[in-house]
């Protein structure tokens, strides 16, 4: 079950003037699902997004890429759960570039000015005629107040939808952000399995939207890994509609960041709370390195520890095996003697072992919560860096050896 | 249970000239467990090794590799296993030395001349007492027929002991070589949570030996992974004793090499076949790339997906998932179109997608088999590499979720 995380509450997600969502039941891969979602977005909107860095990238992601250099003004996102349409070579393209078609056809579009997104099974043929055919349901079902719904409709083998909204008093006039995501399993940086959408009704250039995205993306979805895989349709799209009448500026520019990065990392967290199997969620901050690239390195190598995961799922303080992620996370002159280990407040180890203090009934009570920090000191430089995991259990085996069926 | 992996059988274990293996019930960590090893070695025997690149080494790796360096002619190691001695800081190195000291003091020898192994919990004291008590026992069990009882000692979470013999004639004379190994969770190159030992009557110079070793370890133990956990305590060992009257030189050497790698390539893959958990037996082979390094990095990014382990463990040819992790391998410049991927001989994927031969029943039909090979041709460049690794089941969770109690 997700690690505190519970089904957002419908009334407290906030319309993004500008944006409306549809959602329709489609049948791509099964009867009774919500599983096509249409996001529709008024004239001016800017967009921005980052996507996965997979070679086997799926269709909709070059795609996507594809619209957003054409710059046409995009008005139209549609999403499908149910098949990714990755590893579907030349026929993968063709679908993508006729969801978007079809849907542009609909709304009296341009197909660029359409972005498709696909989610669920790879190497599977993209059912194209399902997702046109369910296209007028979500037409029809379009509305501002629709994220609930959203989120539920882009959900996989997610156990709980995930949405949030922000305001953000910018120049005396309100802000809002809302957004969502979808993913539970093959979660890793750059870029987990999931999909992001977060939009406001502030107005933002593209340019900086980029880079607004960009580096919310970096503190938030690349800083958390479920299992170590990184998917081949992963994309974080932000959009601004300007209908608050704010525009972002140089000054006004950090308290925007600020909150499309809370926003994002809320999201993020909500992702691995609801991790496949998951029952801890796991924060491991690394200080004290020489760099970014180290601590994650050391970060990351904790966090992907089959050994370290299962720990965590049996609430046992077997902390030596963190000990070994760190030292074979690569990182070649690391002096273990120097770097402490914390278990929350509990001090774990120094000087290369125990450390004298520790008592095992500390580590004991600390590994028996559902949320639990990892604190590696390195004493070594002046970064730091934070990643979020969750555990590995019986239920990741079981969910993963079933997927399909 | 294994995976196509049975008990060696006693009689088939050849003793090697010059080489003594004695056990003992120290109750290190349980009573009623052979845990504790002696390997005695004639005057003359030469000894090279590979160890651990992690950098929370433990302090038995430390010592026997000062020992080593020291030059003073190994005559005896010694292992231990319910124990890592590993994240014990200064503490440990103390009790790695001692118990050195307190075997050569019993066999005559001076501390240089002992080499220390330890395997186990990680992070608690090594009971250095009951390893001194149980020496005299091991010692006087010392004889040159029982590897078989040894290989038995030197297990951990393994369910199969692993030990092999081979021979070679070489100038007309018979040259023996026997070994045996242990491991089976934290498995991964550079090393794998394994010991090794493996022996030979014949007479090699040591830094021919090293060179012997260090090739033997490239192709076998460096080649295998169950869980992408690199321990702290890894060591593979080489034991030339000389006693067949045959000396290795440049001309002879390559038949040696051959069946060194082969013992070697046998106790690791004996290792993965023991895996955790492990129910099939999965041999990877990457062809066709511009360098081994790019041929191991896709090969280990399929090795260590747990989607794509869990597939495997569910028999489902859910396929996708080895294209994701081919193109999150961190290969920049891969043009996934021009690759082919193979299930045994079932072409599954080329150009980007699905092959149009492939049928699920041909893919269903490898998958239910408990040892499969994975093919990737690259189709850019000459080189090769092959791994081999295990799946991912309930029970690697259930193993590792209670190792300690």
Known sequence: MPVNLSTPVAAQLLPVAGVSLGIAEAGIKRADRKDL??????????????????????????VAKEHLAANKGIRA??????????GTGEQGMIAARTTCAELAKLLGYTPEQVLPYSTGVIMETLPVDKIVAGMPQAIANLKA????????AIMTTDIVAKAVSRQVQIGGKTVTVTGMSKGSGMIHPNMATMLGYIATDAAIAQPLLQQMVSEAANRSFNCITVDGDTSTNDALMLIATGKSGVTIDAASRTAMQAVITEVATLLAQAIVRDGEGATKFITIKVEGGKDEAECKKIGYAIAHSPLVKTAFFASDPNLGR???AIGYAGVGDLDVAKLKLYLDDVLVAEKGGRAASYQEEDGQRV???????????LNRGAVNATLWTCDFSYDYVKINASYRS
């Open 37 to 62: 979602l249409v996001i529709k977005l008024e004239e001016g909107a800017t967009v921005a997004g980052v996507f996965t860095t997979n070679r086997f990238c799926a269709a909709p992601v070059t």
């Open 77 to 86: 996102l549609v999403v499908n759960t149910g098949n990714a349409n990755a």
């Open 145 to 152: 107040d629709n994220w609930f719904d959203a989120a539920h």
């Open 322 to 324: 963190i000990l070994a």
């Open 367 to 377: 590994m028996k919560q559902n949320d639990i920090t990892i604190r590696v000191v």
